[in-house]
């Protein structure tokens, strides 16, 4: 199945972009995921082709209007059917993604990205269209949403079965777990008097996987304390869970 990826955007020649080199590049070749890029003038009326105005109630900026984008998204999703692919909006007014998403994207059929611009959408687009989902890539703001909707491509395309060359190494990294990766290292053994950690030059795989594990620890606790306060909720409902599973089991 090919993973169908449509972005709405008033900047088409964006896409795929970066997508096209590399391992992303290899699997559009292949067939393995779709680009379209959709140019959201086409869903203007009038003869200006305008697709935002200024601020309601004032301000700098201007505001994507809402039925311009609304008969874009809706243009779109009229040809999915009852299949009807995810719809995500970018914009740092959105819930941060995560990889947990991705992945539920990435094992699905594809996904719709509207891109923002200027000030962000009008609020009813929203309200009218609750399927679609606002997401943001992190704590900033860009210039647009096409860099984001790249990010969220990339990150999704990565997963694609036969993309990678190995299964594992899309699971054995910095979030999937809920924790930042492990450092990683590699030859040459001495560089600038620093040297690879003895534990794994030791060819003991189960003092090498512990290792790994505190470091992935230590290193979530001290760079993201959000993240390791979610690891360490979401540990101790599983110990108490199990404790109370060995309770029942006990009467």
Known sequence: MTFAATVLTLYPQMFPGPLGESLAGRALERGDWSCEAVQIREFATDKHRTVDDTPAGGGAGMVLKPDVL??????????????????????????????????ELASGPG??????RFEGFDERLFEARPFIEQVALGDIVLSGGEPAALAILDACIRLLPGVMGAASSGVDESFESGLLEYPQYTRPQEWEGRTIPEVLRSGDHA??????????????????????GRYSDARARSASGARQTDEDQDQ
């Not at 996904?111 to 923002?116: K, T």
């Open 70 to 103: 609304a008969a874009a998204v809706d243009a779109v999703s009229v040809r999915e059917g009852n299949a009807r692919r995810p719809a995500l909006a970018m914009t740092p007014r959105g819930t941060p993604i995560t990889q947990q998403r991705i992945r």
């Open 111 to 116: 996904v719709i990205l509207l891109c923002g």
């Open 207 to 228: 003092k090498i996987a512990a290792w790994r594990h505190a470091r992935s620890e230590d290193d979530t606790r001290l760079r993201r304390p959000d993240l390791w």
